[in-house]
């Protein structure tokens, strides 16, 4: 059974930084792509962004490119997430998630929650002055 474990988040002031970590364990982690989506109050869960299995391909939407980084180690079973340049929009419930798959060739593809099959419980980020 595969767990995901996120830790990092907190209270960040505007335009500020935090890393997320989401360590797995009980699977093979190298092996599949792996994602973050964030859940503010009353919307919907979205894409934050994706990796595929050994790092060499992402995927961001427009709302976070070129603020936030994702990476993985896989000697060490962790998936982060880089959060720079922060904004009171980007406060959230943010999550991991494990694909289904090693890489996905669209974009769109890494947005589909349905192309994930274990979840993180989700660390809270909150950016406010």
């Known amino acids: 059974q595969v767990q995901l474990v996120e830790s990092g988040g907190g209270l960040a002031q505007p335009g500020g930084s935090l890393r997320l970590s989401c360590a797995a364990s009980g699977g093979t982690f190298s092996r599949y792509a792996m994602g973050w989506f964030r859940q503010a109050p009353g919307k919907e869960r979205e894409f934050v962004a994706g990796?595929?299995?050994?790092?060499?391909?992402?995927a961001y939407p427009d709302s976070v490119k070129g603020r936030f980084t994702i990476s993985r180690d896989n000697a060490k079973n962790t998936l982060y997430l880089q959060m720079d340049s922060l904004k009171p929009e980007d406060t959230a419930l943010y999550f991991c998630?494990?694909?289904?798959?090693?890489?996905?060739?669209?974009?769109?593809?890494?947005?589909?929650?349905?192309?994930?099959?274990?979840w993180g419980q989700g660390t809270q980020v909150t950016v406010s002055s």
């Open positions: 990796i595929n299995y050994i790092g060499g391909s992402t």
């Open positions: 998630a494990k694909g289904r798959e090693p890489w996905y060739p669209r974009y769109s593809d890494y947005t589909r929650m349905n192309n994930y099959d274990y």
